[in-house]
């Protein structure tokens, strides 16, 4: 039986060498939260008839799409196949060209878009993606039933996704040339203030979302799109649930921590008041770390609002630093759904997190 207490007090350790009070504090944490129930070998194998039986789902990623990915786009699509990972949101970084860095951290646009500059990079962006597509490395996904072909083929699948809708610049055609192109989800804002609404780490400037963002939503339901409001604020998403006829998504978040990222439970209950589903993505925040500290924020977040809401949104490449990261591999996706057998919950349920909750936020949507 394995335990993963010491692996994530390893981790934090590492991630705040040079201060040994915060380390402490963060200690302090990991033993408050308490320790990881152990996953034995039947769970472990149970976990591997899952990923053969289910259908994993993947609500956010950059896979070797970012200047900064560690690995290829191949290499992130073989771990994939390992993985048993039937699918995976694509998604091109709408305002990737103007987003800097703080000198003491925290991502940022740095100045305004050119025009026509967030529109060209977003589709060049998603080129390589649909070049493996075509090449047979990956199944296009324009569809739920399409879903099917992953496991058939025994390949991944890919639906195209753009976080951040900068590159529509306010042009309420671009949301159907969008579907037209491929792309079946839009996330609204993501670290610029844009034409569609606020975001969590800037000042708020329209109180939420705009009118606009309002419409973007009502074309994207009428089109059969997936609204994804991850980044948008707290009074953004409340909006974004009431224009809505359909299942929200919050591709990738963690509940309760102060990293500025993290949702209350408030927000995500609005959310799931959709019917919609929330990502957990892999990073150390509030005292949990490492493996353990992954599966806690998702077990967190299923207490919160219930299991139908939950799934799992790696963010795969897109978070930096590497320190604040606390999973990566592709390969190891069975480790979780084995990590949640041993906290108890049931097989139905695992699979529902893994992939299933989308499946059905995305056949809602598409209706």
Not at 307 to 318: K, L
Request: one cysteine or more; aromatic letters at 6%; hydrophobic letters at 40%.
């Amino acid at each position: 039986m394995w335990c993963g207490c010491s692996e994530r007090w390893t981790a934090s350790a590492t991630a705040f060498r040079p201060d040994r009070r915060q380390a402490l504090k963060t200690l302090a944490a990991l033993l408050t939260a308490g320790c990881s129930a152990p996953v034995t070998a039947a769970q472990r194998d149970d976990a591997q008839r899952l990923a053969l039986e289910s259908t994993a789902v993947d609500l956010h990623s950059h896979p070797g799409m970012l200047p900064s990915s560690p690995l290829s786009l191949e290499s992130q699509v073989e771990r994939m196949s390992q993985g048993k990972v039937r699918a995976s949101l694509f998604a091109a970084v709408a305002d990737g060209p103007v987003i800097g860095r703080r000198p003491q951290g925290g991502l940022y646009a740095t100045r305004e878009p050119r025009p026509g500059e967030c529109y060209s990079y977003t589709y060049r962006s998603l080129e390589a993606v649909r070049a493996r597509t075509v090449a047979g490395k990956l199944i296009l996904i324009q569809s739920p039933e399409d879903l099917d072909a992953p496991r058939a083929q025994g390949k991944p699948g890919a639906l195209l996704a753009v976080e951040g809708g900068d590159f529509l610049e306010g042009r309420i055609e671009r949301v159907q040339e969008a579907h037209e192109r491929g792309i079946r989800s839009i996330q609204l804002t993501h670290y610029r203030v844009n034409e569609l609404g606020d975001i969590q780490t800037e000042a708020p400037r329209h109180g939420g979302l705009t009118a606009f963002g309002q419409d973007v939503i009502r074309e994207m339901n009428r089109l059969g799109m997936i609204v994804d409001v991850a980044h948008l604020t707290f009074d953004g998403v409340r909006t974004a649930a009431g224009v809505s006829r359909k299942p929200l998504l919050l591709s990738h978040t963690v509940l309760r921590t102060n990293f500025a990222r993290s949702i209350t439970d408030e927000h995500a209950r609005v959310v799931a008041g959709t019917g919609g589903v929330i990502g957990i993505f892999p990073v150390n925040s509030g005292g949990y770390h490492g493996f353990s500290g992954y599966v806690e924020h998702i077990v967190r977040m299923i207490k919160a609002v219930g299991v139908d809401h939950v799934g799992i949104g790696t963010d795969m490449d897109g978070i930096s630093p590497p320190s604040f990261v606390s999973w990566t591999d592709y390969s190891e996706w069975p480790s979780l759904t084995a990590a949640l057998l041993a906290r108890g919950y049931s097989r139905e349920d695992v699979a529902k997190v893994s992939g299933g909750n989308f499946l059905r936020v995305y056949r809602a949507s598409a209706a």
